[in-house]
């Protein structure tokens, strides 16, 4: 599944999760909360887990390559990760806004 479908798919769970958390919230205190303010919240910190997860994923595959932690590596072993991995190096990049 690719990432655009997994972060999609959290955030829309998290949306859900975050409106149901704010109704019962205000069923239950009787306050009344900016609407859709847990609903953003919710939706937001699924799509943050998710891409948290892909960066991660792609650390492990730069330690199986080079057999050391992704913060080791050299410019030229970086470089050799790009040509053997592009779109994850691409999407590393602009995930990390190197």
């Known amino acids: 599944m690719s990432k655009l479908i997994k972060t999609t798919a ?4 998290g ?3 975050g409106l ?8 239950l205190t ?3 909360f900016v609407d859709g303010l847990f609903a953003v919240s919710g939706s937001v910190l699924a799509a943050l887990s998710v891409n948290r997860e892909l960066v991660k994923a792609a ?3 730069i330690e199986q390559m080079f057999g050391k ?3 080791e590596i ?3 072993e970086w470089r050799q990760f790009k040509e ?14 190197i």
């Open 10 to 13: 959290a955030g829309g769970v």
């Open 15 to 17: 949306f859900l999760a």
């Open 20 to 27: 149901l958390l704010e109704q019962g919230l205000e069923s």
């Open 30 to 32: 009787g306050l009344d």
């Open 59 to 61: 650390s492990r595959n």
């Open 69 to 71: 932690d992704p913060l």
């Open 74 to 76: 050299s410019e030229s």
């Open 84 to 97: 053997v991995n592009p779109k994850t190096a691409q999407w590393l990049e602009k995930a990390l806004k």
